[in-house]
Nanobody, 118 residues
Framework: QVQLVESGGGLVQPGGSLRLSCAAS??????VRWLRQAPGKEREGLSC????????YYENSMKGRFTTSRDNAKNTVYLQMNSLKPEDTATYFC?????????????WGEGTLVTVSS
C-alpha cells in the first residue's frame, strides 16, 4: 500500500499563500488529486495532475488561485495556494490514482490542516 504524507499546512492570514506537499515512495506511477474538507461540509475535489505532470485539471472555482505541480525525482506533488480566503480553511488531502485523473482513487493521505484567519 502507498503511504501518502501531506505537509505544509498551518495558519496564514487572508491574502497569504501556502504550498502543500504530498510525498510517497513510487508516486511517479500515479495521478494525484488534491481535495479538502471543512468542518460540517462534504469533501471537495480541487485538482488532479497526471502521473507525468503533463496535464493538470482544476475545479472551476480554484482556477487562478491554486496550482498543482510535481517533481517526480522527489516523488512529490505540490499544491500552491495563493490569495487565500477564510473560506479556504479546511483539512487538505492528497489522493493517488494509478489509472489516471479519470479513474477512481486508490490511496489517501491523512490530511494537513490549513487555517486562514487574521
Amino acid at each position: 500500500q502507498v503511504q501518502l504524507v501531506e505537509s505544509g499546512g498551518g495558519l496564514v492570514q487572508p491574502g497569504g499563500s501556502l504550498r502543500l506537499s504530498c510525498a510517497a515512495s513510487g508516486l511517479t506511477l500515479y495521478a494525484v488529486r488534491w481535495l479538502r474538507q471543512a468542518p460540517g461540509k462534504e469533501r471537495e475535489g480541487l485538482s488532479c495532475i497526471s502521473s507525468s505532470g503533463d496535464r493538470a485539471y482544476y475545479e472551476n472555482s480554484m482556477k487562478g488561485r491554486f496550482t498543482t505541480s510535481r517533481d517526480n525525482a522527489k516523488n512529490t506533488v505540490y499544491l500552491q495556494m495563493n490569495s487565500l480566503k477564510p473560506e479556504d480553511t479546511a483539512t487538505y488531502f492528497c489522493a493517488a490514482a494509478r489509472g489516471g485523473c479519470l479513474s477512481t482513487t486508490d490511496y489517501w493521505g491523512e490530511g494537513t490542516l490549513v487555517t486562514v484567519s487574521s
